[in-house]
C-alpha cells in the first residue's frame, strides 16, 4: 500500500476537494482572475478548514503532518483548479523557513497566525537586476541601533498585494558577498517606508498577484532577522530550495494529467470529418505520447518525494525534476491545445489556461538554465 492510500490522507484529499467545491466554484475563481488576486476572507476559511500549515507542529499552531500532508493538498488545489491559490507557496516553501531556520520565540511569534490564515506569507527574492543570481541582489539591510533599515527593490513576488509576512533576502554585509545574506521579516502593518508596487500584469496566471515591492529606510527589530545570526541567508535558502523545485514538478504533473483527461474526453464528443476526433490514429498516438510522459513524470517526481520524507532528497535530483518535468509539461499541454482545434485557443477552455499558465513553471523556482548549470556540476 502506498503513502497516498494512508486513511489519514485520504481524509484529507477529501476533506479539500469537498472545501474547494464549495467554497472556490468556478464563479468565485472568475472573480479572483478578473480582479488579479485571491481575497483575503478565503485564507481565513482554508486556515479555518485546517488547510493550512499542515506539516507545522501542534505547538506552534499546525496540523503536525509531514510533507505527505502538503502534498496531498498542493495536488488538489491542481485537480479543482484553484487558480492564484498560493497554497503551494505558503504551506511548503514559506512556513518551512520559519519552522526549520527561527528561534523559538519566532516559531511561536509567528506560526499561529500564518497556520491560521490570519496572516499571508510571500517571500522577496528576485530584483529588477536580479532573477535567479541570488547572490547578485542589491537590497540592503544594514544595522541601525537595535534593528535593520532595508533598503531595495524587489519584484515578480507571488502574493505582493495581499501578504503581511514578507521573508526578505537582503545583504546585512554588501561586502562578503553570498556571505553576507540573510533573511528578514518585514510585518508590513507596521513598516513605515514599505510600498507595494502596481500588480504586474502577466501572460497567465490571471488570479495570482504578483507584484514589485519597494523598502525605503524600512526599519524592522533584531527579532526579526530570521535565526539567530546574520550571514546565514544564502545557506537557509540553499537548503530550502530542492523542495520548492520539487513542488513545482509536483503541480506539473497535475497539469499534465488534467490535460490529458480534459483532451480525452474532448476529443470523444468532438467530431470532425465524420468521425469522432479521438478515433484518428494521430489523436491517439500524440494522447498516448503525453500519457506516457505524465506517468514517466510520476514515477520520478514520487521517487523524489520519497526521498524528501526520508531527508536525503538532495540538489541536483531536485533540479532534474524542475527541469525535466516542467519541460515535459509544456510540451504535453501544447499537443492537448492543439487536439482541441480553433477552440484550444479560446479562455472558456480549460486547456487555453493550462497552456498559459503552464509557461512560467520553466522560470521561477530558479530558470530551467540554472537547472542545467546544476545538474552540470554533479558531473
Known sequence: MGWRDDPE???LADGAARFFEREAPPERIARWREAGQVERG????????GLLGVSIPVEYGGSGGDFRHDVVLVEQVGR???EGFALSLHNVIILPYVLAHGTEEQKR????????????AAIAMSEPGAGSDLQSIRTTALRDGNGYRINGAKTFISNGQIADFIIVVAKTDPSEGAKGVSLLIVETESAEGFRRGKALDKIGLDAQDT???FFDQVWVPADNLLGASEGQGFRQLMAELPRERLVIAISSVVTMDKAVQVTTEYTRERKAFGQRVFDFQNTQFK??????????ARVY??????????????LTSAAIAKLWVTEAEGQVVDECLQLHGGYGYVNDYPIARMWRNARVQRIYGGSNEIMKMLIARSL
Open 287 to 296: 494522447l498516448a505520447e503525453c500519457k506516457a510522459k505524465a506517468e514517466i
Open 42 to 49: 478565503f485564507w481565513r476559511q482554508a486556515g479555518e478548514a
Open 80 to 82: 479543482h483548479g484553484v
Open 211 to 213: 507584484s514589485e515591492l
Open 9 to 11: 490522507l485520504v481524509a
Open 109 to 120: 511569534r509567528w506560526l499561529p497566525k500564518l497556520c491560521s490564515g490570519e496572516s499571508v
Open 301 to 314: 517526481v514520487n521517487d523524489c518525494i520519497e526521498r524528501q520524507l526520508a531527508g536525503t532528497l538532495d
